[in-house]
């Protein structure tokens, strides 16, 4: 890809031409203009010479894709950023392999106050469980050590670090040589993330920033809250994403409103609604999502932090304080809870206001008929992960394991919320899977369960448009005239229409309906790569040597 070699300045009028612009406006456009950070026209090749000599710098592409940059809808922008700076055990083969990791790691950083670990996953192992409480402290002599279990919902410690939580074993979730849950593992988290200095909490933010700017992701939906980091990490974040070229950065802050004071608050911290990782229940690998009977492999039917009333309470304040609300629900006891908070709060704000608030609820994944029918009713946002069942579907996976082949089966049923008409926003849970837009779309159109698999083109908008209609906004994630600059530009192969099955979308596939194509998902093939990323007319990403 060439381009002009005059410098940047803001707002430069650009003229990308000689590739292939995926846009509505035009299905066979193969060049766009950009101007005071919007898409000013897409067409032809023939009609971008009239453009030619009017701009400030003209892009060849040669050959190359043009789309929406990603929105990636539920990130953890700080915990991702340790996960890529600091000890990554997600590559580990055995408990035995985890543990010198973590000794390597230890003394490789003799002067981290706290070690942060993240991604293991015992259900891999040989071993088949996590590393014990005297494993850790033989790993890690004396030194503070937190490892988040991969879905971040339980972790292993050190004893170091538990004596930094004064009275964590009298808290909910402890165990004295287990992972810990609940109330204890908040805590515990807490403790780390304070040992965190701003110094390593900023590169670890500009580290994951530049990630999904390197993937073509121009936005993020930063889920944070009281029990999954701080406000000062939370406002850190948005100054820092708002000083310096990167994808944007929207935050969620998941704490409970109940007046228009408490909605107030929220906004002060600069977050654009009271959602996210609001818990309404935990997740299935740790055993603590609520499910209406009990697991499969251990008794008990898993954890339920809030209940209907306070959902609808929730949900109520939020909608009269004109505050988007969210709840983070995986079990079909939390969904079901969901479902009837909101519905009581529609009782009584009125449900054309509760649909047009957009409240959201983050996972989702083991909805039945009755709860889609619920979601599409009440106009909520289903911001799911398809890499989840990517990593953890099909008939040998964890979720079989959890919940019998039967009940895991209905997991994640993204044909069935988009028949229903339930709007979708794709995301990852980074660190607990990921950054991978092409893999997350990929994951979706090839779930491991058939009947829950959608086109290739309805991910794609899951992952650009969809991310943001979740936050309220119909003018953004498409490269329209008039729309936001927000787009990137891949290195693909050819470019096709791929469906499931002749059950979905079976007239996309005709050549003559003239929809866009998209790159070839099929697994095995190779993903696009990001050559630049976009953001408002800026360019924020250029891969090196292009």
Request: glycine fraction near 10%; include cysteine.
């Amino acid at each position: 890809m060439t381009e002009s070699t005059a410098p940047q300045s803001e707002h430069r009028t650009v003229l990308l031409r000689g590739g292939d612009v995926h846009s509505p406006a035009d299905p066979f456009a193969t060049a766009m203009v950009v101007e005071r950070g919007h898409v000013a026209w897409v067409g032809s090749e023939g009609a971008a010479d009239a453009f030619a000599s009017g701009v400030d710098e003209v892009i060849d592409l040669e050959g190359a894709l043009v789309t929406p940059a990603f929105t990636d809808a539920h990130v953890h922008t700080t915990s991702t950023g340790l996960a890529l700076t600091g000890l990554d055990l997600s590559g580990a083969g055995s408990l035995a392999e985890a543990l010198e990791r973590v000794a390597d790691h230890v003394a490789a950083h003799p002067a981290d106050r706290v070690v942060l670990g993240h991604g293991w996953d015992a259900t891999r192992w040989p071993e088949g469980r996590a590393p014990s409480r005297a494993e850790l402290d033989a790993a890690a002599p004396g030194r503070p050590v937190y490892l988040p279990r991969i879905d971040v919902h339980s972790a292993v410690v050190t004893t170091a670090l538990l004596d930094l939580v004064p009275g964590v074993t009298a808290m909910t979730g402890y165990r004295p040589d287990g992972p810990l849950t609940g109330a204890a593992h908040h805590a515990v988290r807490a403790a780390a993330h304070a040992a965190v200095s701003p110094a390593q909490r900023a590169a670890a933010q500009c580290a994951a920033l530049d990630r999904a700017a390197s993937l073509g992701i121009g936005s993020v939906h930063e889920c944070g809250g009281p029990d999954i980091s701080d406000e000062e990490d939370f406002t850190a974040l948005l100054r820092l994403a708002a000083e310096r070229p990167g994808p944007r950065v929207f935050g969620y802050w998941a704490e409970r409103v109940a007046d228009e004071k408490d909605a107030r608050r929220v906004r002060e911290l600069g977050a654009v609604g009271a959602a996210g990782d609001l818990f309404v229940d935990g997740s299935l690998g740790s055993h603590t999502a609520c499910l209406h009977a009990p697991y499969a492999d251990a008794p008990g039917t898993g954890s339920a932090h809030l209940d209907a009333e306070q959902i609808a309470a929730h949900t109520a304040a939020c909608t009269e304080a004109g505050l988007q609300a969210g709840f983070h629900a995986i079990g079909d006891a939390a969904l079901s809870a969901v479902v009837e908070g909101v519905r009581a709060a529609a009782g009584k704000v009125g449900l054309a206001r509760v649909r047009a608030a957009r409240h959201r609820v983050e996972h989702a994944e083991m909805l039945t008929p009755e709860t889609v029918a619920a979601f599409a009713e009440l106009g909520l946002t289903a911001s799911v992960q398809p890499a989840f069942d990517a990593a953890w579907g099909g008939t040998d996976g964890m979720y079989a394991a959890r919940l019998g082949a039967e009940r895991a089966a209905t997991l994640n049923p993204y044909a069935a919320l988009l028949r229903a008409g339930v709007p979708l926003a794709f995301g990852s849970d980074s660190p607990v899977t990921p950054l991978d837009p092409w893999g997350t779309v990929r994951a979706a159109a090839f779930h491991r369960t058939l009947d829950h698999r959608i086109s290739v083109r309805a991910g794609f908008t899951a992952h650009t448009r969809g991310g943001w209609r979740a936050l309220g906004r119909d003018d953004a994630g498409t490269l329209v005239p008039g729309a936001p600059a927000d787009y990137a530009v891949w290195r693909t192969d050819a470019l096709v229409v791929q469906a499931p099955d002749d059950r979905v979308a079976r007239w996309s596939t005709d050549p003559r309906s003239g929809t866009p194509g998209l790159p070839d998902l099929s697994p095995g093939a190779e993903l696009p790569v990001c050559l630049r990323t976009v953001v408002f007319g800026q360019t924020v990403y250029v891969r090196p040597n292009e």
